[in-house]
T-cell receptor, first 114, second 116 residues
């Protein structure tokens, strides 16, 4: 039973426009959320995270929004650049029981068009 | 760079043969993880370790075993490889510094395994 869901397998966006990636979760004990970016033939790289005590975290062109009541988070990339073309994974961890593990979504492939 | 290397980077093997993948880290992190990545499934945890000789199962552990005899090395073994184990395997570490931690994990470059 997948507890973290990324319902959009792919997203195509024009260079310079905003990319919005969505992630839903079912486990109400999740309290820390992360986004990873993955290029082909490379390992995932950490992009940005957010704790459940916040509803927004920003790092340059990347902003993550958390809506705890809806069990939903989103990643905004503004403006989108060709180098942003990659697979993006949403992940979450639970405070209780605290087992040092992450649960991942299936990923969203972003293609930035010139 | 989290100082993680994986070997081999690519391997082709036949059904029924044993295969061992190695993850090596240089920064003495306590927590290490093995994942597999498959289309439509994202990253799924196979096994993880919270110290030398301390390991536990993840969500897709059937057909896999692990060992950690040294802090820096975490080995993943497929005792008898099957075609369903064709996948890309990633190792990850979870840093713990000065009594504080987050749940952020950092990944190695991956091993692409093909079982014919």
């Amino acid at each position: 039973d997948q507890q973290v869901k990324q319902n959009s397998p792919s997203l195509s966006v024009q260079e310079g426009r905003i990319s919005i990636l969505n992630c839903d979760y079912t486990n109400s004990m999740f309290d820390y959320f992360l986004w990873y970016k993955k290029y082909p033939a490379e390992g995932p790289t950490f992009l940005i995270s957010i704790s459940s005590i916040k509803d927004k975290n920003e790092d340059g062109r990347f902003t993550v929004f958390l809506n705890k009541s809806a069990k939903h988070l989103s990643l905004h990339i503004v403006p989108s650049q060709p180098g942003d073309s990659a697979v993006y994974f949403c992940a979450a961890s639970a405070q209780y029981p605290y087992d040092y593990k992450l649960s991942f979504g299936a990923g969203t492939t972003v293609t930035v068009r010139a | 760079d989290a100082g993680i290397t994986q070997s081999p980077r690519h391997k082709v093997t036949e059904t029924g043969t044993p295969v061992t993948l190695r993850c090596h880290q240089t920064e003495n992190h306590r927590y290490m993880y093995w994942y597999r990545q498959d289309p439509g499934h994202g990253l799924r945890l196979i096994h993880y370790s919270y110290g030398v000789k301390d390991t536990d199962k993840g969500e897709v552990s059937d057909g896999y075993s692990v060992s950690r005899s040294k802090t820096e090395d975490f080995l993943l073994t497929l005792e008898s490889a099957t075609s369903s184990q064709t996948s890309v395997y990633f190792c990850a570490i979870r840093p713990w510094t000065s009594g504080t931690s987050t749940d952020t994990q950092y990944f190695g470059p991956g091993t692409r395994l093909t079982v014919l």
